[in-house]
């Protein structure tokens, strides 16, 4: 396995093992993160003190013009219940996303190391986040690294129903007016694929990066 120095390099992805690790080690510097990116490759990892640097194959992701939306959240949608913001709260939303609990998952991903460098490429401009209110509560909302065309997901959250769901159709609506081709959402869930999310080979997802 390879295994990352000071230099602010990464292997091929190609090279990634079967379960899709591309190299370990290395630092949390936000030049390495963002390269990281624009590489097809992401942190994901249980500490601080052992880094993992992923590029699975296949790749979950959605295209702006395949979101599903039900009619339920259609429904939702026109009540207004909720209010949508991008970028207000983006510190609150990674505090939350690592936070709120989800069924069968005991503990989370996003490490300190993770919250301090994705704050600090918000303040770059390069990561965003999606907010859902409710009676001016946060409860729901998304954030990713943004890449021009294609917007990596990082994790959502909800604590009231269907807020994810408003987020994410929020974020689409707000890429496909700017011509973005994708969202990456590195890995399948099912949450993900009711609403329109598909594997794709990892050579096809790099084609989109370059």
Known sequence: MYRLT?????????QASAEGIVAV?????PERVMLAYQKGIFPWFESDDFLLWW????????FPDRLKISKS???????????????????????ACAKVKRFGQNGTWITPGLMEVYSTLH??????SVEVWEEGS???GLYGIDLGTVFCGESMFSKSSNASKVAL????????????????????????????????SRTEFLTFLS
Not at 6 to 14: G, I, K, V, Y
């Open 138 to 140: 946060l409860v729901g």
């Open 123 to 128: 303040t770059q401009g390069h990561a965003h």
């Open 25 to 29: 080690g290395g630092d949390l510097q």
């Open 169 to 200: 159709i929020s974020l689409v609506k707000e890429l496909k007016k700017n011509k973005y081709e994708l969202i990456d959402c590195q890995v399948p869930t099912q949450h993900l694929a009711s609403m329109g999310a598909e594997p794709i």
């Open 73 to 95: 959240m259609r429904t939702v949608l026109r009540k207004k219940q909720f209010e949508v913001t991008f970028n207000r709260a983006f510190d609150q939303v990674v505090e």
């Open 55 to 62: 590029s699975p194959d296949p790749r979950m992701v959605l």
């Open 6 to 14: 000071d230099a602010l390099l990464f292997p091929s992805p190609e």
